[in-house]
């Protein structure tokens, strides 16, 4: 059985099309989807009630964030595979059916990502590296575009060919689907995302405790999603930099691995932060839940 999984925080109409297409393209097997609504103020949760009664909807009175609020969607799922899934995303095929095949017949594999497509038919990139400091010296520099392939390039993975199918370190959280028991092996599956990870790095997190238990994570271009592209965040924006950047540092601080890493790590996070600065183009507290 597939559980979808939907996290959903005022983009109704979003929303709706995700669910109708979810209907339109639905797999051959059984499924469920389940959506969380982050007290929205745009009657998001009204809209799933009325023309989506199938959908498993829970209405929280609170914005709990993506990660609790995903730990809850998962406290309700009953699949053995679990896709986590954004609500600015549209299928356009049978890419739910080819995705589960793919991940199936791969039992080495813990998740899959798949190739995301934006609006105007382009390839977003959507695989990114394990952060590393070097690696996210490397991106904040600029220093990546002129060795996309050495330690300084780790992180954004430039080279990265999004026509073949390969592993990938962590694929963006538009779309990822776990097994369950691979979920299982890291923790508890019900709740499988690190709320100290409230809004970015969550999935980052969770990907790396699966990679380090020995479950792979694949990358193929066979199933793809629409993809409109961060429409919850936009409407903090500034806020959200700040929680990105905010985020990373509590990564690599989690993270971390050698006596070196501990030592430059003030120096990353120093410079980190002067790049949320210039992003958001002044100081903001960032998300606070």
Sequence with gaps: MLSILIVNWNTRDLLRACLASISRYPPSEPYEVVVVDNASADSSAEMVRREFPSVRLIASDKNLGYAAGNNLAFSEANGDFLLAL????????????????????????????VKQVGVGGEVQRSVRGFPTLLGIVGNVTGVDRFFPRGALGSYRLRSFDYDIEQPAPQPMGTFLMFREEALRSVGDPKKPFDE???????????????????????????????????????????????????????????????????LALPFVAALVYLAAVVRARGYDRGFKA
């Design 86 to 113: 954004n609500p600015d995303t549209e299928f356009v095929d049978a890419s739910l059916d080819i995705a589960l095949g793919v991940l199936r017949s791969l039992p080495d594999i813990g998740c899959l990502g």
């Design 196 to 262: 100290e990870f409230p809004i970015f790095f969550n999935e980052v997190d969770l990907l790396y405790r699966l990679h380090a238990a020995g479950w792979r994570c694949l990358y193929t271009p066979r199933a793809r999603i629409l993809h409109h592209g961060g429409e919850s965040t936009k409407q903090v924006r500034k806020s959200m930099i700040w929680e990105s950047h905010r985020s990373l540092v509590r990564y690599l601080r989690k993270h971390r691995q050698a006596k070196a890493s501990a």
